[in-house]
């Protein structure tokens, strides 16, 4: 629906007239609110944001409902493209796994909207809250821009772009993926829903156009392009050498001297490991999550669910941390690779 079809927009006038929403704007004033349907409380929060103009952050216990919850934000809200969903992390850091592209890109594209200023209305799941992430100005210096007129320097793109997460193929078949061939670059950023062909007259990029990636022809132009990292933290040389560091100083016990020197063995090598998107943050900096919405609004749907989400998810790291190391893999404690589950009650009040 657009977000200036009247009727949207009455709904939200009618709203913010009420005596109860009237109570909500009031200074320090904390009120529950029982009994509201999905679309009620995305249409009392969005009429909330509208009339505030501050942003807003939606604390939910899980991710049970967030997809009809996103859906019924974006209709109320005047902006509809500024909602935006950080899903739960998929695996905890005990699990040497990557996590599926797909969870990926969604981090990728939030974390994007948040560090761009481009999300006004945020849903995140409790254990999100967890996270430790990049520092918006280092995930900022990642971000990739490319407009037709540019001048490039690929084999320094091509760098900075495998660097990002980017991984080489022959033909671009999905996120994450790039293909350069006669002048031609072909890549899909995380952040769009199609992949870009990028046409080289020289080092000057002639043209900017979409592409399926099923019969791999070119359609409509782009424009300028923004091509966000696969990866929240860079897997460079210097991040590999630094992680490999922290290893071998970190557990110098011999239960993990295998682990440790399979680890360092296959940074050297393949420059990865399973799992290695939870140890980098040992290795550079970062921030918790609250540090990302600290200046917003919170909103907590179903604050005891929350409450208990948070000491579950907080028990559940600790015993996989204990199980795992008694095995004599070399993993950090979860105060090492989470922010602690006190300083996240401590940020929802």
Known sequence: MDRHDPLISALRARVAKTSFFRQLLEPDRRLDVTGATVEARALLIAALQERNRRRVAIITPGDAGVSDFETALRLFHHEPQCVSVYPAPSLSPYQDVAPSLGVVREEIRALGMLIDGAADLLVVPTRALFQRLPRAEDFRQRIIRLSEGDELDMRALLEQLVENGFVRTDLVGGAGELAFRGGILDLFP???QQAVRVE????TIDSLRWIDVETQRSE????PVTVYPITQFPITRETRQKLARRLSLDFMD???KRDVHD???K????ATFPGIEHYVPVAVGSVTFADYIRDWELILIGPDQITTTIAKYETLLRNEYDAAAEKGRAVYA???LVAPGPDV????G
């Open 190 to 192: 995380p952040n769009t």
């Open 200 to 203: 080289l007259f020289g080092d």
């Open 220 to 223: 409509d132009e782009s424009g």
């Open 254 to 256: 011999p239960l993990f």
């Open 263 to 265: 680890k360092i063995e």
């Open 267 to 270: 940074l050297q090598e393949s």
């Open 334 to 336: 979860p105060e090492k």
């Open 345 to 348: 009650l401590g940020f929802i």
